[in-house]
Every structure is written in C-alpha cells, then in structure tokens.
C-alpha cells in the first residue's frame, strides 16, 4: 500500500518570503501521480499543482513549484513571495495512475499547516 | 458550472439516528468518491464509484453505504450514526480514464457532521 508522509506539522514564513514544505512517498509503482493541495479555513480542497511521475520536468504553477526527487520518493512544494492569502493546511497526495478500484484512490498526508505572518 | 455541490454543509446528530449526506456533479465525471477528514490523519477514502450502478468500498467503509443510480449523484448514507463518525466529509469526482484531465479530483466544500 502507498504511503504519504508529511513531517511538518506546522511551519511560518514571513510575507514576501520563500517557504518549503517537505513530502515524502512510500510506492512500488513507476506510473503515478502527485499532488499539492490547498485547505484554507473555508474547508474548501484546492489543487495546487501536479506532478505525473513519467515526467522528469518539476510542475511550476505561477508562485509554486516543486521539486520532484523519484528515486528519493520526495516531492517537496515551495511557495515563492508569500502572501497572507497563502495561509492554509497543506496536503500531498498520490494517486496510481492505474485505474482499476481503490488504486484510483488520493491517498494524503497528514498536511502542513502554513502561517504567513507581516 | 456548480462543480461539486455538497449538502448540508453542518449537521448534529444523535447517536443512533440515520441520514443522507448528499452529492452533486454537473461536469459529467464518472468517477466519483467519498473522504472523511479527521484531525492528524488527512482524508481516507469511505466508497467510490467509477459509474452509474458501479459502487465499491474504500479505507473505512464501515457504517456507511452508497448508491450510485445516476452519474450526477453519488449519496452517502449513514445507517446508525455513531460518535466515531463525527468527521468532516468530502465528496469528489473526476473524469474517467482516457478522457482529458482525467488526473485530478474536484471537491466539494464539505459537510461537517456531529454525532452527539
């Protein structure tokens, strides 16, 4: 079973500022995928940017990007010039890129909660 | 488009009452899947469909079912509500294999339940 870990409970940056947050992943598959999502205190579950593994080329969505490490099983997001809006819990996902029962599944970290401050 | 539309967005129940977490897509996804989220251990997956008529159980099955009779509507239903299953639920879908952007997951806003 895939595992996805997140060692980061809580971590702050300053707005303006550059922050990473750390994930690492646990499969025996070679096809999958990787994903970023937003939780703000809306509740509302924001994707944030992914990542398909057959690609060695990191995803940049505007102020985010990634940095992909396969062999490692790392896949760490870094948010570039901060803003408050950014504030939020964090989560990594993976997803099979096989599509038969449960492995179409997301399975989750258990998120980074981010605080922007002034 | 109205996406993923969840209802109700908060509801209390009392142990041993039953009820109908509903969901809602007007994209057309096949797919689509039940999460609860709890504090510290992200979203686990309850049941999923992957058509009309086509149900499956998930992580945490357990004091829930499902019906999937229409592709728009995917319906979580809890039996006897326990304290255990105070949570806060997500309903997702996405588009099947082989169609474009089939990668991703919508979400709905959730629902918060409490069972007191």
């Known amino acids: 079973a895939q595992t996805v870990t997140q060692s980061q409970p809580e971590m702050s940056v300053q707005e303006a500022e550059t922050v990473t947050l750390s994930c690492t992943y646990d499969?025996?598959?070679?096809?999958?995928?990787l994903f970023w999502y937003k939780q703000p205190p809306s509740r509302q579950m924001i994707l944030v940017i992914r990542?398909?593994?057959?690609?060695?080329q990191n995803a940049t969505e505007n102020r985010f990007s990634v940095n992909f490490q396969k062999a490692a099983k790392s896949f760490s997001l870094k948010i570039s010039d901060s803003q408050l809006g950014d504030a939020a819990m964090y989560f990594c996902?993976?997803?099979?890129?096989?599509?038969?029962?449960?492995?179409?599944?997301?399975?989750f970290g258990t998120g980074t909660r981010l605080q922007v401050t002034l | 488009n109205a996406g993923v539309t969840q209802t109700p967005k908060f509801q209390v129940l009392k142990t041993g009452q039953s009820m109908t977490l509903q969901c809602a897509q007007d994209?057309?996804?096949?797919?689509m899947s039940w999460y609860r989220q709890d504090p510290g251990m992200g979203l686990r997956l309850i049941h999923y469909?992957?058509?009309?008529?086509?149900?499956d159980q998930g992580e945490v099955p357990n004091g829930y079912n499902v019906s999937r009779s229409t592709t728009e509507d995917f319906p979580l239903r809890l039996l006897s509500a326990a304290p255990s299953q105070t949570s806060v639920y997500f309903c997702?879908?996405?588009?099947?294999?082989?169609?474009?952007?089939?990668?991703?997951?919508?979400f709905g806003s959730g629902t918060r339940l409490t069972v007191v």
């Open positions: 499969t025996s598959e070679s096809d999958y995928y």
């Open positions: 990542q398909e593994a057959y690609k060695q």
């Open positions: 994209m057309n996804h096949e797919y």
């Open positions: 469909s992957v058509g009309a008529g086509i149900t």
């Open positions: 997702a879908s996405r588009r099947k294999p082989g169609q474009l952007a089939n990668y991703g997951y919508t």
């Open positions: 996902a993976y997803r099979s890129a096989r599509n038969t029962g449960t492995a179409s599944k997301l399975t």
